[in-house]
């Protein structure tokens, strides 16, 4: 039979402090044995720390508008580049400097009137989608102080949709919701390398060849690797060893007795 609603109060974990003098097995709840990146009210109870610092102060584009989207770009050497939008308008913040972005496309610049952006970062450049707006990139080997269309990039083939959603995943970026069309998810063949292709080898098999010329020092491509369950010494496929890589740096025991990790490169890098 149904029996009477009762109210309980449910302590958050650790709300009444730190307590490190009683054993841990007949603990309350309510105490945390290790305080950890929190602070310490004068109840002493555990508070969150405030989260929020502003980062700047003032900004003449901005004025007094807010900001309605931001995203982050990690660059291949480790660099963060945080892009922002507010006032129809697109910035760079760096340290506690936000500055202006400008367009840098060569042609006629893009007519921003929303600052709702959607972005994603892929292969170093940041994407940005937003309905009713030509999609951008903000690509800091380029310029760090520009943007330009998608459509500008070097090497665009195709056409890309004015989309509302953009994510970056498996080396292409997925967008999704037109003005027309809120249901086809269009994905991007980025992920394509511009200068290099798979062709028919007269050597052996299929291999990677250049098509377009390539400086010296140039990356064209970052291949991800998985390590196999086998050291050297036991990997006895024939065909296998020809595509795997063997990590002959590491002097360990396990390395000496049993021979080096073995890695197997996916994309182009499985081929070359």
């Not at 995203?71 to 936000?98: M, W």
């Not at 064209?220 to 496929?237: A, H, N, P, V």
């Not at 795997?244 to 182009?268: E, F, N, Q, W």
Request: aromatic share 8%; charged share 15%; hydrophobic share 35%.
């Amino acid at each position: 039979m149904s029996e009477q609603l009762l109210t309980s109060s449910i302590a958050a974990p650790g709300f009444m402090g730190v307590n490190t003098q009683d054993s841990s097995v007949a603990l309350e709840s309510g105490y945390a044995t290790i305080a950890s990146n929190c602070v310490i009210d004068k109840f002493g109870r555990i508070g969150a720390r405030k989260g929020w610092l502003p980062k700047h102060s003032s900004n003449a584009d901005l004025s007094t508008a807010n900001v309605k989207s931001i995203g982050e770009l990690i660059a291949a050497d480790g660099t963060s580049y945080i892009v922002a939008a507010g006032n129809n308008k697109l910035f760079k913040l760096s340290g506690s400097t936000l500055s202006l972005l400008t367009y840098g496309g060569g042609g006629v610049a893009p007519t921003i009137t929303n600052d709702r952006w959607q972005m994603a970062p892929l292969n170093g450049i940041l994407y940005l989608y937003q309905e009713g707006h030509d999609p951008l990139i903000f690509d800091p080997a380029v310029s760090a102080t520009t943007f330009r269309r998608v459509s500008e990039k070097t090497g665009y083939l195709g056409t890309v949709q004015n989309a509302n959603c953009v994510v970056s995943a498996y080396g292409r970026t997925w967008s999704a919701s037109t003005s027309t069309d809120k249901n086809t998810i269009q994905f991007s063949d980025f992920k394509v390398p511009t200068k290099i292709e798979i062709k028919k080898s007269t050597i052996h098999g299929h291999g990677v060849f250049a098509s377009h010329d390539i400086s010296v020092g140039e990356v064209i491509e970052e291949s991800r690797m998985f390590r196999l369950g086998w050291r050297s010494t036991y990997q006895k496929d024939p065909v296998l060893v020809r595509y795997v890589i063997a990590d002959t740096t590491c002097k360990c025991r396990d390395c000496t007795v049993h021979g080096p990790s073995v890695y197997m490169p996916l994309g182009y890098g499985g081929l070359s």
